[in-house]
């Protein structure tokens, strides 16, 4: 049941992820004294089934957060790696994630007769700048099995303290897709589409639609962290999601522009 949880949620929500990683990135304190960052938490997140779903879902997240020496990271969201390169606020490094894939069953009303996108491990090329509260970031990932799809993420942002409690970061990101990850989430074959029609009927079933690499989306974010205590905070906002080209004209996509939003409690050790 939680890794259907689990599932759910990065399979729907890309978007998701990349805004609470983001938002996590900007809340990073200072050096520790120790080698040692260790945050947990749960999240708790609603947004659509999956990514142009018009049904949306509340779903359950675990935060985990383990850095050492600022160097080498273990998260939920952005997975194992290390920084290989840190200086003058530039930062170039790498890690292994995971594309949930995508599962019929999140939506048999419209997924039904497309079959499943398998997940896979994915590798992944990360690269920050940072100045004063302002973020510029990118992310090239690509997945080793599954969709075969690469993906680019371009993302800016700040750090914005209200007091000595609260901080809003506000963020926009462009993603850019190419054809395998297109053909793989947005597209419909035309054995895809004869078996979509035999089980939803020829109104409800899905037309053969062959989408081409560009620009699938961007988003718009806004997130807020309030300290409880020192160790403990609060994590919260939402954003919306707006599909471009052929993501949006896909027909799987029943939404164009899709609102998000999440709350968390973390603890730091």
Do not use: H
Request: glycine letters at 10%; hydrophobic letters at 45%.
């Amino acid at each position: 049941m939680f890794a259907r949880f689990i599932r759910l949620s990065f399979a729907s929500l890309g978007l998701v992820a990349a805004f609470s990683s983001a938002a996590a990135a900007q809340t990073r304190p200072e050096p520790p004294k120790s080698d040692w960052q260790v945050s947990a938490g749960a999240l708790a997140a609603y947004a659509p089934a999956y990514e142009g779903a018009d049904k949306y879902k509340v779903m359950p997240l675990p935060l985990i957060d383990v850095v050492w020496r600022d160097r080498v990271f273990l998260s939920t969201l952005n997975g194992l790696g290390a920084w290989a390169y840190r200086s003058a606020g530039f930062s170039i490094g790498g890690a292994i994630g995971y594309e949930f894939g995508r599962k019929e069953s999140l939506d048999r009303s419209e997924l039904d007769g497309l079959g499943n996108v398998d997940a896979a491990a994915q590798a992944r090329l990360l690269a920050e700048y940072r100045t004063g509260p302002y973020r510029l970031d990118a992310v090239l990932a690509r997945a080793l099995g599954g969709s075969d799809g690469t993906t680019v993420r371009l993302g800016a942002g700040m750090a914005y303290p209200i007091n000595e409690k609260l901080r809003l970061m506000p963020g926009i990101a462009a993603v850019w897709a190419d054809d395998s990850y297109m053909d793989s989430y947005f597209g419909v074959t035309a054995a895809q589409a004869a078996n979509s029609r035999a089980r939803l009927g020829a109104a409800a079933g899905k037309t053969q639609f062959n989408p081409s690499a560009g620009f699938k989306n961007v988003d718009l974010s806004l997130m807020a962290t309030y300290a409880l205590t020192p160790n403990w905070s609060v994590r919260g906002g939402g954003g919306v999601r707006f599909l471009l080209g052929d993501a949006a004209d896909s027909p799987i996509s029943k939404r164009d522009t899709a609102p998000f939003a999440n709350l968390g409690l973390a603890y730091r050790w």
